[in-house]
């Protein structure tokens, strides 16, 4: 098949997913925003690639404006038009659509139907529900009503897709409620590409370069936005301001990093160390520099998201520490998989004990990682992940065809 694969963001998962279906013979497209600030995957032709892999960016021509609410709407529409052209112009048999803004995926579907073309909706979030929580605080009264509209066009936008993939059992229960059928549906949970994220030595390259040698590292590596909340790393690097041999290192950018800039200084932080996203061929190096990985999601978020920086953290061979909701897939996985130590949202003072405990236990931190490092093994088999895709892609065929 000609497959035309969608992912807004560029994450590391779901180009692996394409690179996979390339190997299996279908000829296929991956194409992603590079109008989003945000960690990206290996988008680069690799050693090994197969020849019907191509990876294209497409471009507004200018970044995402992610906080301004209607110069966002008005350029997602804009990406979303030009998504449609460039697969109108592949002219695929069916697309797979992820971690699109419903404005995009809006463009995209309303394209791909008319011209007859299969199309999977692949959840990552359910934006409108998210798009709720932030607008009732920003803009209290009409806020509602907007969150209404666009609660609306994704669940309408879901129910008009020829199949439908989630990441969690969470998400297919709430689609069902808003009248999606349910043999529409089909659960794959999110993975870490785990040959490419091998278990790296606590001292490598870019560790030694990063001059974090001989430190204890706390490490932060992913998206600070407004599911997380940042503050709480200030809080680490605060307990450890008056020692020299434990860093706090946060690999990001956006709103969440502004805000730590402005805190490390004006309080003189020196152990907070804040670097930008890295080239996604050193994150097995970046990661193994943590000896302990952190992972942060505000409560509100608790079903909405499942955070892809977990399943990445799975694979280094390093406890998690987590602030999250108990009932977040995520925070299910890493107590399941007996793999790190997680904290509610609001316990600070928690949080920075749990920080210690894992500092001080060697032995115990050790055999937390292990026990993630072994889940991912287990668990992220991209041919098992890919084979179902495969199935669904198949089901979507099938049901345009019954449409046609």
Not at 134 to 139: A, G, M, S
Not at 168 to 185: G, M, N, Q, T, Y
Not at 273 to 282: A, G, I, K, T, V
Not at 391 to 398: G, L, N, S, T
Request: proline share 6%; hydrophobic share 40%; aromatic share 8%.
């Amino acid at each position: 098949m000609r497959l035309f694969v969608h992912d807004y963001s560029g994450h590391p998962f779901q180009v692996q997913l394409s690179r996979w279906l390339a190997g299996q013979g279908h000829d296929v497209l991956h194409v992603y925003s590079s109008d989003v600030e945000t960690p990206r995957g290996q988008l680069t032709s690799a050693p090994g690639d197969p020849g019907s892999f191509r990876v294209e960016p497409l471009s507004t021509g200018r970044p995402l404006p992610k906080y301004d609410l209607v110069r966002r709407r008005f350029q997602e529409r804009a990406f979303g038009r030009k998504l449609a052209a460039r697969a109108r112009e592949f002219r695929p048999d069916a697309v797979i659509s992820s971690n699109a803004p419903v404005d995009v995926q809006d463009g995209l579907q309303t394209d791909l139907r008319r011209s007859g073309i299969p199309f999977v909706f692949w959840v990552q979030d359910i934006y409108s529900l998210a798009i709720r929580h932030y607008l009732k605080r920003k803009l209290p009264g009409v806020g509602g009503l907007v969150a209404a509209i666009y609660r609306r066009l994704e669940f309408r936008l879901i129910r008009n897709s020829d199949a439908v993939v989630v990441i969690s059992d969470d998400f297919k229960d709430i689609l069902v409620r808003e009248s999606v059928p349910a043999d529409k549906v089909t659960v794959i949970e999110n993975w870490a590409p785990l040959k490419d994220l091998p278990v790296m030595p606590r001292d490598n390259a870019w560790s030694r370069e990063q001059g974090l040698e001989g430190k204890f590292v706390f490490l932060y590596a992913g998206t600070l936005g407004l599911k997380h909340d940042p503050t709480l790393l200030a809080d680490l690097a605060r307990r450890y301001a008056d020692r020299d041999d434990v860093a706090v290192v946060v690999v990001s950018q956006g709103l969440g990093r502004k805000l730590l800039e402005e805190v490390k200084r004006d309080e003189g932080l020196k152990n907070l160390r804040l670097l930008d996203f890295q080239p996604f061929e050193r994150m097995p190096e970046v990661l193994g520099t943590g000896d302990v990985v952190i992972a942060i999601l505000e409560p509100e978020a608790s079903v909405l998201s499942v955070p892809s920086k977990v399943l990445t953290y799975l694979t280094t061979g390093r406890p998690i520490l987590s602030v999250m909701p108990s009932e977040n897939l995520a925070a299910r996985v890493i107590a399941g998989a007996s793999a790190g130590k997680l904290v509610p949202p609001g316990d600070r003072a928690a949080f920075v004990e749990a920080a210690e405990a894992l500092r001080g236990d060697k032995e115990g931190a050790r055999s937390l990682g292990e026990a993630g490092r072994a889940y991912a093994e287990r668990t992220f088999d991209i041919d098992v992940i890919g084979a179902r895709f495969v199935d669904v892609i198949e089901q979507a065929c099938a049901a345009r065809r019954a449409t046609a």
